[in-house]
């Protein structure tokens, strides 16, 4: 049972360039999130998507796009990156209802020079 | 105004001992309260949730909530070294919207 996969776990751009985090879980859940941590920041909702077809901003949405592309996917888009978006990020998912526990992914180290 | 607001510690306190950590949430209407705990270079990992005011234990853990006051706790006793980590109280505002704090580090001295 792999949970929520990430990938990829390690990523270094340049400055403008473009990427996609892409996040898969395999546990039939219904919502999904894309967060980032910062040191002494926390974490931060980036989007979430509370059911397949939406999408929702959270606390710092600026400078991504995010794509429910069916139930078990869900990718984060950086158009131009910059230096402000190094940070790890995490997806998680839950299965809604009563049951409330975040799984999350293994995170992405992502690095912007 | 952040959602949710924590002391980042670092908090120490020696084996054996009990930890105390707290969280404060600004949105009155929240219903659902959580405690995940985060070792170095780890995802997070849920240990607590708590739904209604008063105190819910678990083992050496016990959380408590007083949503009078906006006020989460999380108690940790006969601490432990493998307890050392960062302690993230998060809150579901409502349709599933969960917001995190800034995390509290916690350092048992053996």
């Known amino acids: 049972n792999a949970g929520v996969t990430q990938t990829p776990k390690f990523q270094v751009l340049k400055t403008g360039q473009s990427m996609t985090l892409q996040c898969a879980q395999d546990m039939n859940h219904n919502s999904m999130y894309w967060y980032r941590q910062d040191p002494g920041m926390g974490l931060r909702l980036i989007y979430y998507?509370?059911?397949?077809?939406?999408?929702d901003k959270g606390e710092v949405p600026n400078g991504y796009n995010v794509s429910r592309l069916n139930k078990r996917e869900f990718s984060l888009r950086l158009e131009s990156a910059a230096p402000s978006q190094t940070s790890v990020y995490f997806c998680?998912?839950?299965?809604?209802?009563?049951?409330?526990?975040?799984?999350f992914g293994s995170g992405t180290q992502l690095s912007v020079l | 105004q952040k959602e949710v607001e924590q002391n980042s510690g670092p908090l120490s306190v020696p084996e054996g001992a009990i930890a105390s950590l707290n969280c404060t949430y600004s949105d009155r209407g929240s219903q659902s309260f959580f405690w995940y705990r985060q070792y170095s270079g780890k995802s997070p990992e849920l240990i607590m949730s708590i739904y209604s005011n008063g105190d819910k234990e678990d083992g050496r853990f016990t959380a408590q909530l007083n949503k009078a006051s906006q006020y989460v706790s999380l108690l940790i006793r006969d601490s432990q070294p493998s307890d050392s980590a960062t302690y993230l109280c998060?809150?579901?505002?409502?349709?599933?919207?969960?917001?995190f704090g800034t995390g509290t580090s916690l350092t048992v001295i053996p």
């Open positions: 998507s509370a059911s397949e077809g939406t999408t």
């Open positions: 998060a809150v579901n505002k409502g349709g599933n919207q969960f917001y």
């Open positions: 998680a998912s839950i299965a809604g209802g009563a049951n409330e526990k975040l799984f």
